[in-house]
């Protein structure tokens, strides 16, 4: 994927944060960094820098920075987990960091579904092992897609017969041009085999969040050979359930890791 009850991890502080870039301003209480190293924020470790660059934890935090580069009129870039992201050259606008991983999980009305909102800075991989681990269904099909939440909407994210779409309630968006915030709905967000409005109207949005529907109802997800076989030969005889399918998605994809 291109570029977990509540949890956050601690921001580097500004002295760790100073060692990638010459000099740190705080406007409004937004730090903006400049001439900073993009290299410890991509997956490919490459050494093109941004002018300026902000970390955000928070929607309000967000629509600050959209703000402030709208002001001095930069371009944009939002960056997620950085995996598989090239920038070929130095980036002359803001770069935006998300680092809000807050996961919060509610009960639907039915109460035979829950749902799961994560916000865009949250791994991919770690929500979907937060949700396995309180004996949620629905994503375990999902397990070891690198990237993060922010980025999952974006290219309909999939494997082993389960794509985002199939799960999916709402999201949370910023429309950088307005500066106003959306509720996007599954329609809005015109999903299809690995593809979303967003892949198309590329830089009119940033996505704060992303909340999922989860339950038994959703059924699970063993029709893949690589993973029935798995499940046969490692758990003969047992019904499985998420844990289980977990273990063989991740087991199939990095079999000399698990």
Not at 103 to 119: F, N
Not at 175 to 194: L, N, P, V
Request: proline share 3%; hydrophobic share 40%.
């Amino acid at each position: 994927m291109p570029d977990l009850q509540h949890t956050r991890h601690d921001l580097l502080s500004n002295d760790k944060l100073s060692r990638f870039g010459t000099s740190n301003r705080a406007v409004n209480g937004l730090t903006l960094r400049h001439d900073v190293d993009l290299g410890p924020y991509t997956s490919f470790g490459f050494s093109q820098k941004a002018a300026h660059f902000a970390e955000v934890d928070s929607e309000e935090s967000l629509a600050e920075a959209v703000q402030r580069a709208q002001t001095e009129n930069w371009p944009i870039l939002a960056l997620g987990g950085g995996s598989n992201l090239v920038i070929a050259n130095d980036y002359p606008g803001l770069v935006i960091r998300q680092v809000d991983d807050t996961i919060t999980y509610q009960q639907a009305g039915d109460a035979l579904e829950t749902h799961v909102t994560a916000s865009a800075g949250v791994s991919w991989h770690a929500l979907v092992m937060d949700t396995v681990s309180r004996a949620l269904t629905g994503l375990e099909n999902l397990s070891l897609i690198p990237g993060q939440v922010g980025a999952a909407p974006v290219q309909n994210i999939g494997a082993y017969g389960v794509e985002l779409c199939d799960r999916f309630v709402s999201l949370r968006a910023l429309h950088i041009a307005s500066g106003k915030w959306q509720t996007m709905t599954g329609k809005d967000c015109q999903f299809a085999y690995r593809n979303s409005y967003f892949k198309h109207h590329d830089g009119q949005y940033i996505i704060s969040s992303v909340t999922l529907r989860l339950g038994t109802h959703l059924g699970l997800h063993t029709g893949y050979a690589a993973l029935s076989d798995y499940l046969a030969l490692h758990h003969p005889g047992e019904e499985p359930d998420a844990r289980r399918i977990s273990e063989a998605v991740c087991a199939v994809r990095h079999p000399f890791t698990t």
